[in-house]
């Protein structure tokens, strides 16, 4: 069974730094492309960041550019986002999700860490 | 960035009625549209991909057309665990943007 489980979300204040976790299992994790995903309270979905599944490959939305950092450890099974000088807007739940075979969407996703950002 | 604009952002349904939600791209994506359903409190769940295929495991009476900038997710005979919200993401380009979701509630 294909399984996400996110870690790593808290408390953090205003220019803190966070970093979430995502452990895989029940595939093979390295054959995979792998995204993050926010979603802020009552609002509706944003991509994130992206990577390929060497890791050789990243993307980020303008929102986080600079400040989010995306990698992998395929020998973990892992999956990570570093995330820096966090702002009021960044407070969210990020969600990790598989990219489907031939790029069709997210197929399988975690449930999901609460980041709040607050003084 | 490609701009998706779901319409309508409200639904009001009742059980066993067909409904359909509309996705439009602010400029081409081919087929490369997927549509997911959301529950309160849970991850989104991918029902269709590539526009009109049917994630595997996702009941029939849900289906999906469109090509080009217009697209349109519809629901046969809505059951009482549709009620949801709903997305669509384009994945012709980055970033893979979604729309602003449409939220079916019951009547």
């Known amino acids: 069974e294909v399984q996400l489980v996110e870690s790593g979300g808290g408390l953090v204040q205003p220019g803190g730094s966070l970093r979430l976790s995502c452990a895989a299992s029940g595939f093979t994790f390295s054959s995979y492309a792998m995204h993050w995903v926010r979603q802020a309270p009552g609002k509706g979905l944003e991509y994130v960041s992206a990577?390929?599944?060497?890791?050789?490959?990243?993307y980020y939305a303008n929102s986080v550019k600079g400040r989010f950092t995306i990698s992998r450890d395929n020998s973990k099974n892992t999956l990570y986002l570093q995330m820096g000088s966090l702002r009021a807007e960044d407070m969210a739940v990020y969600y990790c999700?598989?990219?489907?075979?031939?790029?069709?969407?997210?197929?399988?996703w975690g449930q999901g860490t609460l980041v709040t950002v607050s003084s | 960035d490609i701009q998706l604009t779901q319409s309508p952002s409200f639904l009001s349904a009742s059980v066993g009625d067909r409904v359909t939600i509309t996705c439009r791209a602010s400029q081409g994506i081919s087929s490369y549209l997927a549509w997911y359903q959301q529950k309160p409190g849970k991850a989104p769940k991918l029902l269709i991909y590539?526009?009109?295929t049917l994630q595997s495991g996702v009941p029939s009476r849900f289906s999906g057309s469109g090509s080009g900038t217009e697209f349109t997710l519809t629901i046969s005979s809505l059951q009482p665990e549709d009620f949801a919200t709903y997305y669509c993401q384009q994945l012709n380009s980055y970033p893979p943007t979604f729309g602003q979701g449409t939220k079916l509630e019951i009547k």
């Open positions: 990577i390929s599944s060497n890791g050789g490959s990243t």
């Open positions: 999700a598989r990219e489907a075979v031939g790029a069709n969407g997210a197929d399988y």
């Open positions: 590539a526009a009109s």
